[in-house]
């Protein structure tokens, strides 16, 4: 699912041609520019061309597609059977996708997750999950029985200790004392999660509790602060929801409406310089030739490594606390291989749908193509993909059984390729043995630049909560704004992103309160 530049409005090179009278304001080009195409970039093109249409906007994307980590993709031979190489899901309490979504009037419908007949392998132990709610699975842990999934006891006892006589304080109360709370002398926000955590816990507790989570990037990439706020966070309901027909075309859609109604839209257009020039800024673009181009105001809507690597950016790197900032963030490894099948087989197995969990390099396993929530239009022909999903160091795994990855990240794979042959095996050993074979595979690794990973976690010694009402206005007095999931308050999610584009319109761009976004 692309845009293509026969679905785009201008370029770099068109917009530096653009005649001097056909502007409303000569000093500069454009009164907004915006780098980066994922979500958080269209949305502000989109927002702004609804409010203040009189603007004369502009986004630039260096790649060839528009949607950041948000990439749905089909194999050739089931066109409809659409599976997600990026982000794949949401929550109704997402207020800023849900209500976006219900706005476009983009088709939405149940992502299942953990059913009863799903699996869980560990250690070589297999459990079917209804199982382990029923407690009848014992995995190879040396830890008491009431700490064997789904039991998360090991891990509240462990935020207790830490937290002390604090861990019991209202929501209200911890957000008055989080940002100085301290343990053993040392702030929480300068504590690895997996340090803090292991001071509560046995090495076997610890093991269990890493294993049958299916992520490791909570362990490795969150900061004991982190930790302490899910604890104290409003629990979801886990009714999970995706758009039918793949999560892109939220991006999509918006690049489309902001492109009808006047934003001009590039792809294949890096931003490679970014200098300041009296109170406006000056942007040196690159696609099949070198232009400059001049804004009143920047919006860059990218992620940690994407700023890293624009090349003359004198701002981010003169500026301490811009470039402190900046660096505030982690970004996490992550990679999905998805595998065609002709036919659904885990089926076979009396498994409809959901996630599987395994130690494993695949970690999690996601049926698609057999969902009870599919809807009509969704026609799979009869084909099944099999989804990994991976993190951490589990993606360096993966990245070396495919040794002529294509360097966006994104490679098509035969059947038989190496990668898909282990996927396959490991899926085999969790579902259930079976006499089909991939026809085809594609592997997605977010650790590339300029993504940098497939989502971010805040840095020892960074407390979100501040950083991120930072970063969405940088350097004051400067017409410069950031935004985007890396530098949000629901990093990994698409609601992050959105939710601090809408932030940053209403209080550095003066627009209102959207009607379909509830107060």
């Known amino acids: 699912m692309r ?27 454009l009164d907004v520019a915006i780098v980066g195409g994922g979500v958080s970039g269209v ?6 061309r609804q409010e203040q249409p009189h603007l004369r906007i502009a986004l630039f994307e260096a790649s060839e597609r528009i949607g950041g980590r948000l990439h ?20 109704k309490q997402h207020q800023h996708v849900f209500g976006l979504v219900s706005a476009l009037g983009l088709p939405s419908r149940g992502y299942p997750i953990d059913r009863d007949f799903d699996r869980m392998m560990l ?30 006891d090991a891990l509240n006892r462990s935020i207790a200790h830490f937290l002390g006589k604090d861990a019991t304080v209202t929501p209200a109360q911890w957000l008055k004392i989080r940002a100085q709370l ?34 490791d990037d909570w362990l490795e990439g969150e900061t004991g602060l982190v930790q302490a706020d899910y604890h104290f966070a409003p629990e979801d309901d886990g009714a999970y929801l995706t758009i039918a027909g793949g999560y892109q075309r939220l991006p999509l859609t918006l690049a489309a409406e902001a492109a009808k109604s006047g934003a001009r839209i590039a792809t294949r257009t ?59 963030v982690t970004p996490i490894p992550a990679c999905k291989s998805l595998l065609l099948y002709k036919r659904p087989w885990w089926r076979e197995h009396g498994i409809a749908e959901g996630r599987s969990i395994t130690d494993m390099p695949a970690r999690q396993f996601y049926c698609l193509g057999s969902e009870t929530t599919r809807l009509p239009s969704e026609d799979t022909d009869g084909y099944g993909v099999l989804m990994a999903y991976s993190d951490m160091n589990n993606v360096a795994t993966w990245r070396h059984l495919v040794p002529h990855a294509d360097p ?47 989502w971010h976690y805040y840095a020892l010694g960074h407390d979100g909560l501040a950083d991120s009402a ?11 704004c950031v935004c985007g999931e890396a530098y949000s308050l629901a990093q990994g999610w698409v609601e992050g992103a959105l939710e601090r584009a809408e932030t940053m319109l209403q209080r550095h761009f003066g627009l209102h309160k959207p009607a379909w976004l509830p107060t």
Not at 3 to 25: E, F, H, K, N, T
Not at 43 to 48: E, I, P, T
Not at 312 to 326: N, V
Not at 443 to 449: G, R
Request: glycine fraction near 8%; proline fraction near 7%.
């Open 43 to 48: 949305y502000a093109a989109w927002r702004l």
């Open 72 to 91: 749905s993709v089909a194999f050739p031979q089931a066109p409809h059977l659409v599976a997600e190489a990026g982000g794949m899901r949401f929550l």
């Open 123 to 152: 250690r070589g132990a297999n459990f079917s999950i209804a199982d382990i709610n029923a407690h009848r699975a014992r995995f190879p842990y040396k830890v008491p029985l009431s700490d064997q999934p789904p039991s998360v």
């Open 408 to 454: 966006s990240g994104f490679t098509r794979l035969a059947g038989d390729a190496a990668l898909t042959r282990e996927v396959h095996r490991e899926a085999a050993l969790v579902l259930g043995k079976t006499d089909a074979v991939p026809l085809a595979a594609v592997f997605q690794d977010w650790s590339v630049d300029p993504f940098g990973g497939g």
């Open 270 to 328: 890096r931003l490679a310089g970014l200098i300041p020039e009296g109170p406006h800024y000056r942007l040196t673009l690159q696609d099949a030739r070198q232009s400059t181009l001049t804004a009143s105001r920047v919006i860059l809507a990218l992620p940690r490594r994407a700023l890293e690597r624009i090349d003359d950016f004198p701002e981010s790197r003169a500026d301490r606390r811009f470039a402190s900032l900046i660096a505030s």
């Open 470 to 480: 930072a970063m969405l206005k940088p350097l004051p007095g400067r017409a410069l």
């Open 182 to 215: 301290r343990y053993r002398g040392r702030l929480l926000r300068d504590w690895p999660s997996r340090a803090i955590l292991r001071e509560g816990m046995s090495a076997e507790q610890f093991a269990l509790t890493a294993d049958s989570s299916g992520y």
């Open 3 to 29: 845009l293509s530049r026969r679905d785009i409005l201008g370029g770099a090179a068109a917009l530096a041609a653009a005649p001097l009278v056909a502007r409303a304001a000569p000093s500069t080009d």
